[in-house]
């Protein structure tokens, strides 16, 4: 009797696991169709977003290229992306050249021993020349690395990685609005100080900014044509506003950094000599708060760039990035200093898509909010690109009413955030969600 309600129960306990390990199994099965469904969906979304995007703006002639001044265009420096290689770490670089940080004198010595400049500009911001470097011909580039360290040894020899934005576009028109998902105080609408943008061109011509205050600069060294559907939308959250359109700081004065160029073969694609350049314009015209709403690998001289903007009263605000729960770390956004952030539904559930880490310091709105599309339409975008701007404007008015970018401005923004998922500052939510 004992043998028998022993093989029952035996048996009973078999049953049950071999149910829950089945439902477990089904479970997990359903979850991935649905992840790939969905998956498939938003690429679709995307892509006809995107084809719609470059159509429109090549009907509507917004490709700076076609406008340069010959003057500056014919710089006697080749300018343009030779082409792309990936790095030993398998990220993508512009091929066949280094990107230098050197002097003056040092620049000279690289010429004299057979590296063609294929680009060249002092950075006050590093008190230093950047520099893009070419070997010459039938010298690998290792062996060209090793010769530029030879020739200067004091020299930082990196990559000149490339950078891709942050939002996954759809094309419903029917998202939040940024003044309506985040609760903003009634100070917002008064806020005049600048604020940074490095991003894709932005289309001014869209009317929620009729009104805006808008300084813009392009630094793409090249005639490839300017992308302005990602900056766009960024903007439009920041500064926006029309009769139907409300962004979260109509009165601030934006500084639009265009560091975007679209390549036939990858698409929207900014480089670390781009986005250099332009936090070197950023400090030099005072501005406190920089969105970059980018991510891409690390990089010893954009780090450099970012901790010297960072002593000089300017920090970065940068999206997490969009490659997953178990991605590597992204850059800017995971470098010491940078506020990283997040991305959070309307019910505060994180995207599902965004990165994870102990680098995160936020989470903000970013999924289905919605935002300038083009030169007249409303588009819709989700991504830690979109949730980035939040953060932004957060600081920056936390700034505002402390008089100054302090610890205490910082502070108050983490003691302030609505705690979410783990108990104080976790890998997925961060500090938790903004609320300024």
């Not at 070997?135 to 062996?143: K, V």
């Not at 813009?216 to 506003?241: C, K, M, W």
């Amino acid at each position: 009797a004992e043998d028998e309600a022993e093989d029952e129960a035996e048996d009973e306990a078999e049953d049950e696991a071999e149910d829950e390990a089945e439902d477990e199994a089904e479970d997990e099965a359903e979850d991935e169709a649905e992840d790939e469904a969905e998956d498939e969906a938003e690429d679709e979304a995307e892509d006809e977003a995107e084809d719609t995007e470059e159509a429109t703006e090549a009907s509507e002639g917004q490709q700076f290229g076609e406008n340069f001044d010959e003057a500056e265009a014919g710089l006697e420096q080749t300018l343009e992306l030779s082409g792309i290689e990936r790095d030993q770490d398998e990220f993508e670089v512009a091929s066949g050249e280094w990107l230098v940080l050197s002097s003056a004198e040092e620049l000279e010595r690289f010429a004299g021993r057979g590296f063609t400049i294929r680009s060249s500009e002092q950075v006050e911001l590093l008190d230093q020349t950047l520099s893009r470097l070419a070997p010459p011909d039938g010298i690998g580039r290792e062996a060209a690395r090793l010769a530029l360290l030879q020739i200067a040894p004091g020299a930082e020899i990196e990559f000149n990685h490339l950078y891709s934005p942050q939002a996954r576009t759809q094309r419903s028109e029917t998202g939040r609005q940024p003044a309506g998902a985040l609760a903003l105080p009634e100070a917002r609408r008064t806020v005049s100080k600048k604020i940074g943008l490095i991003d894709t061109a932005v289309s001014s011509a869209n009317p929620v900014f009729s009104l805006s205050r808008m300084v813009t600069e392009d630094f793409v060294n090249s005639r490839n044509p300017r992308p302005y559907g990602h900056g766009t939308a960024v903007a439009s959250i920041l500064v926006g506003q029309s009769g139907s359109y409300q962004g979260l700081l109509p009165q601030a004065r934006l500084y639009a950094a265009s560091v975007f160029e679209r390549l036939p073969s990858r698409g929207n694609t900014a480089t670390t000599a781009s986005l250099v350049r332009a936090l070197d314009w950023m400090v030099r015209n005072g501005v406190t708060v920089v969105n970059m709403s980018l991510s891409g690998p690390e990089n010893r001289i954009l780090q450099r760039a970012v901790n010297r903007a960072r002593q000089n009263g300017t920090i970065v605000i940068a999206a997490a990035g969009n490659a997953g729960p178990t991605a590597a770390p992204l850059y800017p956004a995971a470098y010491d200093g940078v506020i990283s952030v997040t991305a959070v539904d309307e019910r505060n559930r994180v995207f599902r898509r965004a990165n994870r880490g102990d680098y995160l310091d936020f989470s903000a709105p970013g999924v289905n909010i919605s935002h300038a599309r083009g030169n007249r339409a409303i588009g819709t975008s989700s991504g830690t690109s979109i949730a980035a701007p939040f953060v932004s404007a957060g600081l920056l008015l936390a700034i505002d009413q402390d008089g100054r970018l302090s610890q205490r401005a910082l502070a108050r923004l983490r003691r302030r955030a609505l705690d979410l998922g783990e108990p104080g500052r976790d890998p997925v939510y961060g500090y938790g969600l903004i609320r300024p």
